[in-house]
């Protein structure tokens, strides 16, 4: 008969007050409590629920005036001296490193979601694929498309001309147009049988939509609208995205669950240099969806072309943008004849949009689009952070602004402090007579 070590789990402990140390600090430790064992007095002092402390010791690493403390009953004290002389406690530890370990090895590869619409893709998966062949490399490991719909196997072809290893075709009727109820089986039948260390999805309409539903039916972390990706020592994927506003760039991972997701903005990595040979293995998958499982039904597409007034202003080259410093609506005249001289479009700033002068379409920065353009015009902007992440990876950006200390100027190759009502209107004539001049 085999003998069987049981394991007992070290004592978590209480919190507790010290008594004369609360500085009254305005309940922070109330708010860090995942349990609500945490509860405040008319005085504004912490009081603790010692029967729904769990021993987390949130409210203790969040006291700025060191008044929580962890203690144990005799009991617990008595079981942990056990556990410290027999090295019990530590043995535990090990354990649940160990198991947590294995179940991570069990995911390897990288994938990235190809997003298609009756057969068209949207570059972004593109973008995604030339990214996904970095951390693929730097993992050592597979690079693989998924590519749901109908009558798309050519699609995983050309994902392997943008750097796929392979390809998970899923390709039936049902899938013929986009529902979140039969693409996220389709892609959570995939990750059940394959197994991905990390998916990558376009923050498109679509794939915010499936990546945030795969991510809650699997349990795992999904991070939004990052800017950066790379991998650690420990093969966790370091998700880089603004937070509080975009005043701070923070890095997220996911250390504990797989895979590892995140959606990344359409214009925000480089798009890969497209191959004019390539091949891979397409795995075919069969996945077990019927039609009349699904509640919702596309009764008809209607296209929607925004009318004459439609830009694309992610997609343009030369982009010339204004800000507050534009003064008003009509101001913007000036930035269009400039822009019509280039061949290009006119941006904005979200001063600019939120004060009604240019429509929401476009706006560039963290809460409109991230654009690449070959030559961004910056007039009368002053570079807030927000602004910043959506522009500044523009080949040439030429900042305009009156404020020789605008914030705009640390990122440009070229700044004009000036008048913009004087210096735009002399680019335009300027860039006119050379086109004449030809």
Not at 193 to 218: F, Q, S
């Amino acid at each position: 008969m085999t003998e069987k070590k049981l394991t007992i789990k070290k004592p978590r402990g209480k919190a507790r007050v010290l008594e004369g140390k609360c500085i009254a600090c305005g309940a922070r430790c109330e708010s860090s409590c995942p349990v609500n064992a945490v509860e405040m007095n008319e005085a504004g002092e912490p009081t603790i629920i010692e029967n729904k402390c769990i021993g987390c010791v949130k409210c203790v690493k969040i006291c700025p005036a060191q008044a929580i403390e962890m203690f144990f009953t005799a009991e617990e004290q008595k079981l942990l001296d056990e556990l410290m002389k027999a090295g019990e406690s530590d043995d535990s530890v090990d354990e649940e490193a160990d198991t947590l370990a294995k179940l991570l090895s069990a995911y390897r590869g990288v994938w990235v979601f190809v997003e298609q619409t009756e057969g068209e893709v949207a570059k972004v998966s593109w973008e995604l694929l030339g990214k996904g062949r970095e951390l693929a490399a730097a993992l050592g490991t597979e690079l693989s498309a998924i590519v749901v719909g109908h009558n798309v196997g050519e699609l995983c072809q050309e994902s392997f001309h943008y750097g796929a290893d392979k390809a998970f075709l899923v390709d039936a009727p049902v899938f013929r147009y986009y529902r979140t109820e039969a693409y996220l089986k389709a892609v959570c039948y995939l990750i059940d049988l394959y197994k991905p260390e990390i998916i990558l999805m376009g923050a498109t309409g679509l794939g915010r939509d499936l990546a945030g539903a795969v991510a809650t039916v699997v349990g795992t972390g999904l991070t939004a609208d990052c800017t950066g990706l790379g991998v650690d020592d420990k093969r966790n994927l370091m998700q880089t995205r603004p937070a509080f506003g975009g005043n701070i760039m923070a890095t997220i991972m996911c250390d504990k669950f797989r895979p590892q997701m995140a959606t990344v903005r359409p214009h925000v990595m480089h798009m890969p240099e497209r191959k004019g040979i390539a091949s891979g293995e397409i795995i075919r998958v069969s996945c077990p969806v019927i039609e009349g499982d699904i509640l919702t039904k596309v009764l008809e597409v209607i296209k929607d072309n925004n009318g004459m007034e439609h830009v694309d202003v992610a997609g343009a080259e030369f982009i010339v943008s204004g800000g507050r410093g534009m003064m008003g609506k009509d101001n913007f005249k000036l930035l269009q004849e400039l822009a019509h001289e280039l061949g290009g479009v006119v941006g904005a700033s979200r001063s600019a949009v939120d004060a009604g002068w240019m429509s929401h379409e476009r706006q560039v920065g963290q809460t409109g689009k991230t654009v690449r353009p070959k030559i961004y015009i910056a007039c009368g902007i002053s570079g807030a952070i927000q602004h910043l992440v959506g522009m500044q990876d523009s080949d040439l950006i030429i900042a305009i602004n009156r404020d020789k200390d605008a914030p705009i100027f640390e990122v440009a190759h070229y700044g004009i402090v000036g008048d913009l009502f004087q210096v735009v209107p002399a680019l335009t004539q300027r860039v006119r007579d050379m086109k004449q001049a030809e």
